[in-house]
């Protein structure tokens, strides 16, 4: 049987891991050149509410925590075919074919779009996860110093309870609006490019020739399907977003911020006077959960 | 980052056969092997010259010869004021001449890339007499080609300046479709002695516009009137975005 045993309510619990949850940042930005176009991202998120479970079978169950983008820039860049005026026939050859064409001129270059989307809704779903409870020395103590000394000097080593996931499963919900989003974002990137001497009817006649902004998108791209679904693919696929952001989580949670923590050894009664503090050494401490609490065991060692 | 846009080919609305920009291609055969020296000039001015060379064996059949690429003005290059005169083939200025090679059998298309334009063109033999001329923008003859794409949207006068022939086209606004919008195929003219058949030819933005010749001739383009539209631009009236309220699908 266990020296000590320290339990948290599952309401305590809770307010333990939204403490723990408040700290959570990611940050991340990537690039890449995929042939017709290039594309970049900037993410800057954290977490916020959610619902927790614990279980009978010692494992918790986050759900429903809401990513909160506070940044979310993605830039696309696509080299526009444009189209060229001309290239018609002057001089057919007899066989349907043509043997002089009219050189022509061509129209069209490079255009990037920057899209905000921090505006775009992601959870985690559903965390599965059990405590795991880790010894830490902490890494700026001083080398030969006693148990006392280093906690005199805010150094003690510590025993740490952390959320340990299993399984992290995060959503980012890319909508359909992405479309109009991205073809709105585009067209107003090739509006931007216009010199400012080009005459109304010239741009008119540009827009014609681009044809709906969607279907050029597309064709430059070779999207086949919605653009909301391109782009989903490649910023969770391609780049990788939605790996990176599960595993950061569950890295957070399972070793750089923990729920709980104890000093060993553990002071009972702090320094007075000449007196030095009292403090036991913690060893073999663990720590579960059932449907109802926290639970936190350990031994008072040598 | 910017889109490859050339202002003379919007501000510039007419076309002279004689004078030729962005919009105009002239297409000649040579018919006969041999060399022959080109004389660039805009105006008056004889502003560059080049070789060309008839060669029955080249598989070439048509030798694109961007005139804009020739003028000093636009290249960088210090004018030498070529004389129709000098020589060719070994003469001082040849090695450093720009050459082209065509099969007799084919064709010259003389065209402008970039810059205001306004270039004619004078073709002779080489070896012969400097003022015996094959080829003379300025008046064209039977087997000759004008052509010319007109994008600016209006009502021009078009007249054969050597007889007196006229006639008109009118080229129509543009319109966003449901596509991409892409020129219907070109309309052909044909210039004799006291007309251009057809008279009027209703075009579209960039339609082609082909002119064959059985007189001696020189084609303007002039813009009447301009069609500027129903006043309210095609492309997007609304910038930037804002963020739309985002609907949660469960996944």
Known sequence: MAHITIAASAKAFRVLFNLAEAGFTFKKNDKGNFGPFSASYNVKLHLSGGTIQLNDDNTLEIQNVDIVFDTLDFQLCLNLPGFCIGGFCIVPDPWNGCLVSFPGFCIGGPVCADLDLSGLVAQITDMKANLLAKYIVDPARPAGVTDVEAEIQNHPNKWKVFINPTYVNVIIDFPETLDNILANAIQNAINDLFPSWLPGWAKDLIWAFLGPIVDLIKGIIGIVGSIANWLENLLNNVFGLVPLIETAIADYFASQNSIYEFNDPYPILGPSGILIPVMIPIRNLGATVNSKEMIVRADVGA | ?251
């Not at chain 2, 040579?30 to 000039?41: D, M, Q, T, W």
């Not at chain 2, 050597?162 to 080229?171: D, E, H, M, P, Y």
């Open chain 2, 1 to 251: 980052m910017k889109l490859t846009f050339d202002q003379n080919l919007f501000t510039q609305t007419g076309l002279d056969s004689g004078a030729l920009n962005m919009l105009g291609a002239l297409t000649h055969s040579l018919s006969e092997p041999g060399h022959y020296r080109g004389s660039v000039y805009r105006g008056s001015e004889n502003i560059a010259a080049f070789y060309i060379v008839a060669d029955k064996n080249s598989p070439v059949a048509q030798a694109n010869i961007d005139l804009s690429t020739l003028d000093p003005a636009i290249i960088g290059a210090p004018s030498r004021g070529f004389d129709q005169g000098a020589g060719c083939c070994g003469d001082s200025d040849s090695s450093t001449m720009t050459q082209f090679t065509v099969n007799p059998k084919g064709y010259v298309v003389f065209h402008v890339s970039a810059g205001a334009g306004g270039y004619a063109v004078m073709v002779r033999r080489a070896e012969e007499d400097p003022n015996t001329r094959v080829f003379d923008s300025r008046e064209l003859s039977e087997g000759d080609v004008f052509s010319a794409a007109i994008i600016r949207p209006g009502t021009y006068s078009v007249e054969n300046v050597l007889t007196n022939a006229k006639g008109q086209v009118i080229v129509a606004y543009p319109r966003r479709g449901e596509t991409a919008y892409r020129p219907p195929a070109p309309v052909v003219f044909h210039c004799s002695a006291n007309e251009i058949e057809p008279e009027r030819a209703d075009l579209q933005p960039g339609q082609g516009i082909i002119f064959h010749f059985k007189v001696r001739s020189r084609i303007k383009i002039e813009l009447l009137s301009a069609d500027d539209g129903p006043g309210t631009p095609l492309g997007p009236t609304t910038r930037g975005w804002k963020k739309a309220t985002l609907s949660r699908t469960n996944g």
